[in-house]
């Protein structure tokens, strides 16, 4: 949202390097990285909703105060705490919607879901951009911050948990206190997932290098975050650079020019609606054909239009601005890109709360990590690859690494996904092949 409003904060904090610029826009992204990291394995042990409440606070709080900075050092600052209480929703609402669904019902939360990340930074800079315009950069926070607040109070009267661990934990406790049971007597009435070692050092120790676990030995993980880093700098490239597309090349008013991220938003929201009704039944069409064993690798279908879409939507963006054609063109460049990138961020996310559903906030959290370091970095490079290569040929580089990167990755993992996610402790397939059944509490 603040993207539009880059120029007043160049004018009002007396930044001339455009890389420092672009920084105070996607720093906050670099708060993703980190965030997850915790706040994703904490809602393991404390419950998906108190985690959320917390983290909403916390953002809200420094969100207002970048409102207030007075030189670009604490807007920088203001903006990445605030980034690290807004990346809950990205660590745990993955973690929530697996709790919720069963598989044959989960594509079409997840799709639902996770248009919201994405949507956000398209829809923001078209309301920036008119707030900058009409008033000062200061409104883009205070006016985040209001919203966020009514979603604050929303949260406290509706956002109940849903961790089932968690959930029995709290049954367990009611009926030791109700049996007159100490209250750390784990041995006469516990629930499935608590065993004798209940040392609280231990158990926070293993939740919090969960992330870092997952990450150094899962193959899955580290290559589905590779791509889903690339695909997600690549969007946020192209959220930053888009004001000096429209402003730069086709000169129009910032008011003006912001409104085209309104294509960008198009392809997101048409593809994922397309999607979401389709996910499920690709899923249950699989299943059955598979004798009724379900396997998360029926989730990459919807992944290889996006994989075509992606490429194509840079060329268009690219050789039209290059070449001055008329704005219509790079716009739908914008839609195919919007709907390359929801299309492979809605079968990777499926993919991997499939694989590892309950240690899923942490798997997420593990994935994101690149993908935000990634969103955060991309922007910085973008205006001098333009300047150097001109947006024909530095988006036609980018296509071509779409190309090299996402076409094969649907394909690689359909083939060797399962026998890749049986070698793993934490993945759902081997718990059920080394762990019968538990009645729960």
Aim: proline share 5%; with cysteine; glycine share 10%.
């Amino acid at each position: 949202m603040v993207a539009p409003a880059a120029a007043q904060l160049g004018a009002d904090f007396g930044i001339t390097n455009s890389a420092i610029l672009a920084m105070t826009i996607s720093v906050f992204v670099l708060a993703y990285a980190f965030g997850p990291l915790f706040l994703g394995p904490l809602s393991e042990l404390y419950g998906r909703s108190r985690v959320l409440q917390l983290a909403n606070l916390f953002f809200l709080i420094f969100n207002i105060a970048a409102g207030f900075a007075q030189t670009s050092g604490q807007l920088i600052a203001f903006r990445f705490l605030s980034g690290l209480g807004g990346s809950a929703p990205l660590a745990i609402g993955g973690g929530v919607l697996g709790d919720c669904w069963h598989p044959e019902q989960r594509g079409k939360a997840i799709a639902v879901y996770s248009l919201a990340p994405l949507l956000g930074p398209v829809v923001g800079p078209v309301a920036g951009a008119w707030i900058a315009t009409k008033s000062t950069w200061r409104w883009v926070f205070w006016s985040t911050s209001i919203v966020d607040a009514l979603v604050q109070c929303a949260g406290i009267i509706w956002l109940q948990e849903t961790f089932a661990p968690v959930l029995l934990e709290r049954k367990a406790a009611a009926i030791r206190k109700e049996r007159g049971i100490d209250k750390d007597d784990f041995h006469t009435v516990r629930t499935p997932f608590q065993n004798e070692d209940r040392h609280w050092k231990r158990i926070f120790a293993k939740a919090l290098t969960r992330p870092f676990v997952l990450w150094a030995r899962e193959p899955i993980v580290q290559l589905l975050g590779v791509y889903m880093a690339f695909i997600y700098g690549l969007m946020y490239l192209k959220l930053t650079t888009i004001p000096q597309i429209y402003t730069g090349v086709y000169h129009e008013s910032v008011g003006i020019g912001g409104l085209h991220y309104i294509a960008l938003g198009m392809g997101l929201s048409v593809a994922s609606q397309v999607n979401a009704r389709i996910l499920d039944k690709v899923y249950i069409y699989y299943k059955n054909r598979a004798g009724g064993v379900g396997r998360p690798e029926f989730r990459l279908p919807s992944m290889i239009p996006g994989t075509i879409l992606l490429p194509i939507g840079l060329f268009m963006t690219g050789w039209g601005t290059e070449k001055h054609v008329h704005w219509i063109l790079p716009d739908i460049g914008l839609a195919f890109i919007g709907a390359g990138v929801i299309l492979n961020f809605q079968g990777i996310q499926t993919y991997v709360i499939d694989a590892f559903t309950l240690h899923a906030a942490s798997a997420l959290a593990a994935t994101s990590f690149l993908r935000s370091v990634c969103g955060f970095g991309f922007p910085l490079f973008a205006p001098a690859m333009y300047n150097k290569l001109g947006y024909g040929v530095g988006d036609t580089v980018l296509a071509a690494l779409a190309i090299v990167i996402g076409c094969p990755a649907p394909w690689i993992f359909w083939k060797y996904g399962e026998r890749i996610r049986l070698r793993s402790k934490y993945s759902s397939a081997s718990a059920k092949k080394t762990n019968p059944p538990q009645t729960k509490a």
